[in-house]
């Protein structure tokens, strides 16, 4: 654990193409989706859907937008926390920051002989009614995060794989701000 915490401490950038899947009791394939996804440290994110529709999340501090069709919508109130919660768990997610926070989840850390594998439990209540768990899988050589499962209180499982991961390369400034364009 204290290896995976000095990587996650470590990062400072972070990008990378994603590959998500949902397999939801509904339907008979899985869903696929696939993106690119952007962070800077301590609070900027650009999560970017390229396939099967265009749509962008991007974080910039406290301020949150989402890009749909070209329209750009600042998210506030309700909609604004609900959608920082889903930040909080990307980007918990993509650093491995999340590991570490005792007080939103219970996690038992062990190695699978391929990965450092986490499973966490949420504790708060807002938490377990979107999950019943998250899995991460961290590669062991690098300590960088290769995949994550989120299994939904209603049994429904994402599992996003991040694919050609560039750490600490500089970003464009230009994908978290205001003016922000689908590419």
Not at 95 to 105: A, C, H, I, P, V
Not at 127 to 154: A, N, Y
Request: hydrophobic content about 40%.
């Amino acid at each position: 654990m204290a290896s995976l915490t000095e990587t996650a401490t470590s990062m400072q950038t972070m990008q990378c193409r994603f590959v998500q899947s949902k397999t939801m009791a509904m339907l008979v394939e899985p869903s696929v989706s696939e993106g690119r996804m952007y962070f800077a440290s301590p609070d900027r994110l650009r999560w970017e859907y390229v396939s099967p529709y265009p749509f962008a999340l991007v974080v910039n501090g406290e301020r949150i937008v989402k890009v749909t069709d070209g329209k750009v919508e600042v998210l506030e109130g309700n909609s604004g926390r609900m959608y920082q919660s889903i930040v909080s768990m990307i980007m918990g997610s993509a650093s491995g920051k999340n590991l570490f926070d005792t007080s939103t989840f219970d996690v038992i850390l062990y190695d699978d002989n391929t990965f450092w594998k986490a499973e966490m439990t949420p504790k708060r209540r807002d938490m377990k009614r979107m999950f019943s768990q998250l899995v991460f899988h961290f590669d062991k050589k690098t300590q960088i995060i290769d995949h994550v499962e989120f299994i939904g209180s209603d049994g429904d499982v994402t599992l996003i794989r991040f694919e050609e991961m560039r750490v600490n390369e500089a970003i464009g400034e230009n994908l978290f701000n205001d003016q922000i364009k689908q590419r």
